[in-house]
């Protein structure tokens, strides 16, 4: 029979192991989000910080040019548009020397946000009709190729995020193609993560935020 107090006190260290825990990871979020953005490669020329939403570049006295990042805390969706339009890019913590690394094919960047951190679990579901019906594929880590984990076709016309972490889409296998980045909410068609068709073969988990 087990020991009452060890129960008690296995009770107790679980408790303060979650505590601790939750404190971490709201830390984590609440920590400065910070993302540099330079005129020339290999970070030169004129350099724009952002700390938040930035619906324009122009509006801070920054050109909409662009050719090397620094995200020195957190992770961040750029456009190449202003107000939070056209091709997005997911940029996390780490240095692009060059537009190439974040996969783009010119110097464009108009506005950024920095995409929201709850926590570290990851789930969602993925439809392959309108309003969440239709065929029903459900991840929770990285996947390479939609197809392998029982999707017939590389149609998803609606999804729910659940858990705390955001996700990307990409348009072809492998990690490749126009991206979009979706966070915790239902999305009931395609045109809700800015998309233009309803083409996704693989996704992947924003992990690296610090």
Known sequence: MTDPGFRYHSTVM??????????????QTKKTKQIVFYEGKCFTGRKLEIFSDCDNFQDRGFMNRVNSIRVESGAFVCYDHPDFKGQQYILEHGEYPEFQRWNAHNDHMGS????RMHGEHYRMELFEADNFSGQCVEVCDDCPFLQARGL???CVNSIRVYGDGAWVLYEEPNYRGRMYIVERRNYCNFMEWQAENHNIQSVRRVANYF
């Open 112 to 115: 950024c946000r920095p995409i």
């Open 14 to 27: 679980y408790i303060y192991l979650s505590v601790v825990r939750c404190l971490f990871v709201a830390k």
């Open 152 to 154: 017939t076709n590389n």
